[in-house]
């Protein structure tokens, strides 16, 4: 299997995807601005969206895949189909019971999340009911992650990938035809989130029966959770939900901080923290994804150099397409943050506030993304312990950095602060893969980082000489003219990046790699 070409593709369709989620957000900024009840919105969505990213995306699904990996690589198909169908089941019910609770817990769990929304008391009730609407959306969305690490592992990465785009258009129907039926309209929103799940669900379902592994749901509880596969899975969750989620328990405490400082603070992280994503999931998740099946498989099948070799191939692309994103997300906060959500209740202050906070992200962007490739260098191994010990030392760290920087710098310190923490997460991360002999880093690192980092000096260069001369608020009279002129700053920078690596030396095929299929 061709990986380049799997990450393009990957990152390609994860593109449709961030493009919907852009608009998205910026209907949701034009729409609902950001106010007392669109901070409600975002913690009774941060709930069942930070158990999601715990549980399903993250320490599930770094178990999982590789349990699925040797268990396919052993041969033995119909143990292998049972493990899937156990699994299955101890999951779903599992999640019908978090779902009850959540539900219930809903009063309790935003006053953790953020007790600072009580000194609006429609805005906290708010947030209450939607909790309880959104909650259940854990449960979709934990059953999608199941079915993507199948898929993934048999090589299938088209449907995961779009699935997103799903939740996003779902998101948008919601937002123009749903929010004048309810009162307050921030209550459509949550409709949106319930339906998108629902269909991400449903569009695994043709392509799980296509390769004939589409899991059958029992009633058998009992039996599933004795399985040695769950048991074996159990074992590797427990410890992986801190290593794999530490951003998210710390996005949990930095919104519980923003709920308390000025009114609008934990929209106008959300809205940074959407604007960062978007190359970290182009990036970083792509990475990611076709990563971890193939590192699954070399570590099955003992294979010492290819595993090495996997971890050097991503950590170069990652450096390769990380830094400039990360000098020109800096640059370019004001224009990209103006384009993408001054419209409607979204004003110039808001625009301000926003491009703190995605510069206090932008200087971490290069270790979040490597955070996605050193990571599964662990799972494959089924090697819990390491991450565990890093992810509590740098949620210490992170939240002891708060204590400096949010008086300083307000809620942009709160964005600091986890960037910051990425970097000393990748760190650890890859002393760790070094110090175990997992990783072993191949000639001509140095060459690259020279190369890599004149590419990017000179396309800093350029922004840092552009973007000051546009008054990128004042532009939001004529929309037309700012689109052009923030994109083509983009698609210059982009382009004289590229050139200066041509000149440098460094050619596409330098990056292309085979990884052996099942």
Known sequence: MNLLRAVATVSGITLLSRITGLVRENLTASIFGASAFTDAFFVAFRLPNLLRRMFAEGAFSQAFVPLLAQARAEGDEAGMRLMVDRIATALFWVLVAVSLAGVAAAPALVWLMASGLSRDPAAYDAAVVMTRWMFPYILFISMVALSAGILNTWKRFAVPAFSPVLLNLCFIGAALGLSRHFDPPVYALAVGVIAGGIAQLAIQ?????????????????????????????????????????????????NTHIASRLAPGSVSWVSYADRLMEFPIALLGVALGTVLLPSLSRASASGEVDEYSGLLDWGLRLVFVLSLPCMAGLALMAEPLTALLFHYGRFGAHDVAMTRMAVIGYAAGLLGLIAIKV??????????????????????????????VLVPVIAH????????LGAWANAGLLLAGLRRRGLYRPRAGWLRLSVQVGAATLAMAAMLAATVPRFDWIA????????????LGLVALGAALYLAVLLLAGIRPRQFRRRSRDD
Do not use: C, E
Request: no cysteine.
């Open 205 to 253: 379902v043709p392509a799980l029966r296509r390769i004939g592994m589409l899991p059958r749901i029992g009633l058998g509880v009992a039996g599933a959770f004795r399985d040695p596969h769950t048991r074996r899975l159990l074992t590797l969750m427990a410890p992986a939900v801190l290593a794999v989620s530490v951003a998210q328990i710390s996005l949990v405490i």
């Open 374 to 403: 050193l990571a599964p260098g662990f799972y494959a191994k089924q090697d819990v312990r390491t991450p565990v010990k890093i992810g509590l030392l740098v949620l210490v760290v992170t939240q002891l950095l708060n204590l």
């Open 412 to 419: 942009a310190g709160l964005a600091l602060s986890i960037s």
């Open 475 to 486: 532009m939001h009279a004529t929309p037309l003219l700012r689109i052009g002129a923030a």
